[in-house]
């Protein structure tokens, strides 16, 4: 593993970490704008990705981190589903997100993720 390279494309507003040089076979999506980059053999995290990432990183306007369901877990097989959150609770993905739960009636509960912007932004390139 090398040490992350971050990368920042302004067109596009897209963000990438790159945890490990080689190829993404797939990207697994955790919502809409974040995606792990996946190499399917070793089933390892070589890159984040994270798009409208100015939008994204912002301060709510209460002051707060946003939080962001992770709803493009909904449209992957359970395997798929079971992989990415295991990926995502696991290093070096979560020293760069966080993985939380909101229960708005006590009995669902919606998989969310934040940001850990400092992190992201340090020695961005």
Do not use: W
């Amino acid at each position: 593993m090398i040490d992350p390279v971050r990368s920042y494309d302004e067109p596009s507003d897209t963000l990438y970490v790159n945890f490990e040089r080689g190829n993404c076979a797939t990207y697994l999506g955790l919502s809409q704008q974040i995606l792990l980059g996946v190499d399917a053999e070793r089933r390892r995290v070589v890159r984040l990705m994270i798009q409208d990432f100015s939008v994204l990183a912002n301060r709510s306007d209460l002051g707060g981190v946003r939080s962001f369901p992770m709803d493009a877990l909904e449209e992957m097989s359970p395997e798929l589903q079971k992989l990415a959150m295991r990926l995502a609770h696991s290093p070096p993905v979560s020293d760069y997100l966080t993985i939380s739960t909101y229960s708005p009636g006590g009995a669902v509960e919606i998989p969310m993720i934040t940001l850990n912007t400092e992190k992201l932004l340090a020695r961005a390139a």
